[in-house]
């Protein structure tokens, strides 16, 4: 025992010293937010970099929310883009319609909030059949919700219709875009290491299972995809009032392609793959727009190929060290030291 | 009276009308859906570039149908074939390796190769082609009825298609080797199966249906471009699913539902409510059956 509460203090002790990961996120979250706000005061970033940055961001948001759905929970959601599409609605109606005109820049947040809002809300009609149905029959669920969004969008004439919905401000800046999607990160994060966690983590390996060991497999289901579309729906409100254009065909299943394979590309269950995969793949589709036709040929090659030699993706079922707190580190270290000693025990 | 009869009259015809409309859509959907569900019943994968071989058999009958000029027999064959070998290659290329990783990767794979068939496609012919008509597109009057040649065409070619692959799978010996390679994974090479032939096979056929539906869609409805197989594919996806994914019957049946639903729908309310109504009809029955009309729920064990 004094062995392994030496060990524990050992890696304390690197933790802090060695690594200096105390301060990282604090000084990554103050000079990124810094950043962020001089760019968009100043010129030093043009507009395209910028706006490509705010494409990041925005797909960062929709992929780690995916990776609890489809990652985590071990789901094959592919309606992805139909939460997007409600929040985008929803924000864009508020700026546009509801908000007197001059407040709009300080309401802005309460917009993109009330978008995620609406999302979450749906999310959590999606999340009734899904405690019957699981596998395929729940991907044709979660597809044919997204169709049916799309579908009723186009008829309703208020919003547009077929022809989409205008007159959005350029609201969705630099700063915000970090503002959300740190927020979006660090809740999934800290939701995937929780009680909570687990129980999403035991659904994935064996739903029955989980339920006899008294998880509560509804209640957890409806929190993912409510946690999750809530998110899509922020992404989805952020991206309208970047491109300040939207219409019911950006959100089919064309985009939900995209966005699950940010979270595959990156590798399923991983909060740094799903940053990584959503920064490469996005990047990588601008550095190849000179190609132009081409650049939509080579990249699904690229993704089979990825798949073929690394079918988990970059980082599946890994993680950063920085993302794992340091209590799963600790269990972690502390297992392997108890293999180490007594190797049949364990196995 | 006379008045009230000739309306009932009337109606017949447009109900028998709009039924025949949906035995037409129907035979579609089932045709790509055999390929989907044949593909799952024997890797329990889903093929999601199916989808987009479906509208490959569509370019590739008006290759041939434009450039050698041929006629209806001939061109119907060799898009079947191109789109049968297309499939194989696909399968030994980017399927084979992945056989024995996660199941989603498979499916990423597939969505993968679909976005690569697209585009590719859509880099050579930038824009919809029109398919020269292949067939003497003759209509008959029946009473107050029109016919016409090319959807009895498509409705019988595509019910023959069927019959030919309810013999195959039934009754030869690589029909028996697909079902019993569906039925278990782990003692069927033991056999002396040859399990990698028949999963070849299985692709070439199940493509070669896709293709051959292509080539009836681009027909019925002559305009083509590179991302026409998207929605049809997830429609006869859709179908396969409700007839229970994995169950070739019932991929026909779900085929000939989303047909006559969407058909239906479309007769008899606003067009644009097509894709709402059949999508809800859709959540509608996975709710109260969620396995498929003929689909058998898996036993669950811990």
Redesign the interface.
Known sequence: MTKLSAAYFALLKHWQTLTGYKYFWPVFLIAGLAFCAAASASEFLDLYLQLILIYVGINIILTVSLNLI?GYMGE?SVGHAGFMAVGAYVASLLTVHVFPPGAVNILFPLAILAGGVGAALIGFLVAI?SF??RG??L???T???C??V???L??IDAVGGPRGLLGMEKLTTLPWVFFWTVLSVWVIRNLVYSNFGRGVLSIRE?E??SD?MSVNTRQVKIIAFVVSSFFAGIAGGLFAHALQFINPRMFD??KS?DI??MV?LGG?ASISGSIIGAVIYTILLEILRPLG??R??L???M??LL??YR???IMGLREARLFIPLRDLVTEKLWRQKKKEAPDASA | MTEQRKTFNHSMVYVFQQALNALQLGSIYALIALGYTMVYGILTMINFAHGDLFMIGAFFCFLIAFYLKLSFVPTLLLSMLGVACLGVIIERLAYKPLRKAPRVSAIITALGVGLFLENFTLALSPYPKHIPPLLENTTWTVGSLSLSSLQIIVIVLSLVLMLILDFIVQRTKAGMAMRAISWDKTIVPLMGVPVNKIISLTFAIGTGLGGAAGMMYALAYPVIDPYMGIMVGWKAFISAVVGGIGNIRGAMIGGFILGAVEIMVAAFFPSTYRDFVAFTLLLILLIVRPYGILGKPQPQKV
């Open positions: 489809n094959f059949p019957k149905t395929d029959y991907a044709i669920v597809l044919a919700f169709m049916i799309k579908s009723v186009e008829n064996d029955i299972a006899l299943i064309l392609t699950l394979i595959y399923i036709i081409w939509m040929v990249m699904p090659l993704l089979v798949m073929i079918p988990r993706g």
